[in-house]
């Protein structure tokens, strides 16, 4: 089984706002113990850097990544935030995830119950975010993908709707920027079709796939191992989501996860390696 050298590029460990499994340094000496090479700390109100930075302090031979999300803890899509973070050693910029508008929308047309770690609505001075202006990506994102790109880290497209993160990759893709993530596009409320796939792909992102998204039933093994063929693995990578209490810890998933894959899917290590290894060490280099 490939896992020796692997990186898990969406991990919700804690501290955070609401409970987690396990906690950054908990985490990290789990994944040491599995033979992975480290993991990006994913947390949706705050940085991670200075719990990453603090953690590779302590654990050594291991490398734990900070990023930062924009929902309104942060200041939304706020560029000076993403400055702060880059300068510190972040690697991922997420775009809103809990507060976007599409997540409300699309909670508010499917009944579905608000994703784990979404928390309470918006408060007082909250708004729901969207990357777009009468249509067209904004002068903010704008500012946020310039600083991106100045700092050479990886964009994620985060709980945005498909067609705002379609134009946001095509934007993206525009002034230059080389490390692009299309967060969980099996997972039903950012499912990518076909099409939206395969254009992703021309833009140069990468498609991520996380064992949350089966192993919580949003979404069937099939349909990942699906949407990984119809991309090829040289466009996959292959992370957790994993973190939430009542699921699996992070370290079990990505095992079990990987053996999902070699068996039922029959993918070679060596198509596992680009996945697991080389893909997510490319955009966190």
Known sequence: MTIKGGYDLHVHSGPDVVERVVNDIELAERYKKIGMDGFVIKAHQFLSVYRANLVNSLVDQFKVIGSITLNNAVGGINPFAVEKAAMLGA?????????????????????????????????????YLTVLENGKISKKTDSVLEVIKENNIALATGHLSPLESIKLVRRAKEVGINKIIITHA????????????????????????????????????????????????????????LGQSGNDYPDIGIQKFVEVLSNYGKFSEKSIEEMLINNPKYLID
């Open 91 to 127: 690697k991922i910029v997420w775009f809103p995830t809990v507060d976007s508008l599409h997540q409300k929308q699309f909670l508010e047309e499917t009944g579905a119950p608000r994703p784990y770690g979404a928390g309470k609505p918006n408060g007082r001075s909250g708004e």
């Open 186 to 241: 099996s997972f039903k409320m950012t499912y990518f079709s076909d099409e939206l796939l395969k254009e992703a792909v021309r833009c140069g992102a990468y498609i991520e796939q996380c064992y949350y998204t089966a192993c919580t039933k949003n979404n069937t093994f099939e349909d990942i191992i699906r949407q990984i063929k119809y991309v090829g693995c040289k466009n996959t990578i292959i992370s957790t989501d």
